[in-house]
């Protein structure tokens, strides 16, 4: 079967540093996506992990366990512009089809 | 390079009808993917098409049926539309090949179905 988890909300300060935690159980799993969803948008890339590991791409930095099913999206001097859901989805051995999370809606405060 | 597109924007239907939805993916993309979006069950994956096959599919019923062209655009089709089937529906195009899994997906705008 397939269970991912992530926090419904979190609200954090203009410059300041969020991290939301994804946990799953997902069978045949291959790697793990985070998007970004602004209200009314469709979802955008932000990244990909697929080995173990902290991935870092500008404000955004993301990180597997593959052996703990766990994932983490780290966004650094947060703006206001980052208010949205962001989206945790794994992607197994079936393809073309994406598991998301619910997401976490991260509002950013001034 | 443009991105996914989608067309129509929004669409309002009765219950009972039938809608048709279309996708085009991005340039060189040949895997096309549809998603279901709703505040209550969140994003649900449909049907995958890759070189006018499907290739995957979710746990939706038979109402729910799609196809894709030769030249890669995508269209999926409801029929006897229910109010449930409100929702925004997705498209997402990759480069994945025949036996690639791992290539991120890139979105289009989506469709917003409202069932009256």
């Known amino acids: 079967g397939q269970n991912i988890d992530q926090p419904t909300e979190m609200t954090a300060t203009e410059g300041a540093i969020v991290q939301i935690n994804c946990t799953y159980q997902?069978?045949?799993?291959?790697?793990l996506f985070w998007y970004q969803q602004h209200a009314g948008e469709a979802p955008t890339f932000l990244s990909y992990n697929v080995l173990d590991g902290l991935e870092e791409k500008g404000r955004f930095s993301s990180f597997l366990s593959r052996s703990k099913g766990y994932s983490y999206l780290l966004l650094k001097e947060l703006q206001m512009k980052d208010s949205a859901s962001y989206l945790c989805a794994t992607e197994t051995d079936s393809w073309g089809k994406l598991q998301f999370g619910a997401g976490t809606q991260v509002v950013v405060t001034p | 390079k443009a991105g996914v597109t989608q067309t129509p924007r929004y669409l309002i239907k009765t219950r009972g009808q039938q809608v048709t939805l279309s996708c085009s993916p991005i340039?060189?993309?040949?895997?096309v993917s549809w998603y279901q979006q709703t505040p209550g069950q969140g994003l649900q994956f449909l049907f995958e098409?890759?070189?006018?096959?499907?290739?995957n599919k979710g746990n939706f019923p038979g109402r729910f049926s799609g196809r894709q062209f030769s030249n890669s655009r995508s269209e999926m089709n409801v029929s006897t539309l229910e109010l449930g089937d409100s929702a925004l529906y997705l498209c997402a195009s990759s480069l994945a090949a025949g036996g690639d899994l791992s290539y991120e997906q890139y979105f289009g705008p989506g469709t917003r179905l409202t069932v009256t």
């Open positions: 098409y890759f070189s006018e096959t499907q290739r």
């Open positions: 997902t069978s045949g799993f291959n790697g």
């Open positions: 340039s060189g993309h040949r895997s």
